[in-house]
């Protein structure tokens, strides 16, 4: 279940909505943000000490991706994410941990306007190592993600996928995705690559929203 995951617009293309239900569905979350546990995995928002877990997991995303990036950039990039959040617009972050090594990822951002002019989460990254895969970190992630929504009293989780990423979709859906009629477009300058189609999905949209 847990293959990687890439969200959050990095491919072009018209994607349709899917819709996630809200933090009822998950009552073994509702205690986050402190952190969620199953078995030896916790999922919780990061601190300092996970900055060189989070570069050297941020690396391996990267070089997945065929998207390498330098040490340093790794570090910087894990230094943003483990900062805690000090203004409405910083990145949101969780990551999955086994025992003290950092298994993976997930950012967010926050949008503005959502419906009816709240803020909303939108998921940049998820990624699950490749060592942790198949033991449930990518679900406990999105589900924590819904349950920092609601903590946080933001009105929506919205993510996109590639529609061609089977082991993305599985994962959503046993999550409790469900497709929506709706369309985006995306577009990038600059960029060569063909346009390639995404999913866009919701997760715990606020009621009415």
């Not at 030896?40 to 391996?60: M, N, Q, T, Y």
């Amino acid at each position: 279940m847990d293959q990687p995951v890439r969200s959050g617009g990095k491919l072009d293309g018209v994607v349709p909505l899917v819709s996630f239900p809200d933090l009822v569905s998950f009552p073994d979350l509702v205690s986050f943000p402190d952190q969620a546990c199953v078995d030896d995995i916790v999922v919780r928002c990061p601190s300092e000490a996970d900055i060189p877990g989070l570069a050297g997991l941020f690396s391996e995303m990267q070089s997945h991706y065929k998207q390498p990036v330098s040490d340093a950039a790794a570090t910087t990039a894990a230094t943003l994410a483990c900062r805690a959040p000090a203004s409405t617009f910083d990145p949101r972050v969780l990551v999955a941990l086994a025992g003290d090594a950092v298994v993976g990822s997930l950012v967010m951002n926050v949008t503005f306007p959502a419906s009816g002019l709240t803020l909303a989460l939108y998921i940049r990254d998820l990624y699950v190592a490749k060592t942790a895969r198949r033991r449930g970190v990518g679900q406990m992630l999105v589900k924590a993600a819904t349950a920092l929504r609601v903590s946080g009293g933001f009105s929506a989780l919205e993510w996109t996928t590639d529609s061609t990423n089977a082991a993305a979709r599985r994962l959503y859906e046993a999550c409790g995705a469900r497709q929506q009629d709706r369309t985006y477009f995306h577009e990038r300058r600059g960029v060569k690559q063909p346009v390639a189609a995404e999913r866009r999905l919701r997760g715990g949209q606020a009621p009415g929203a």
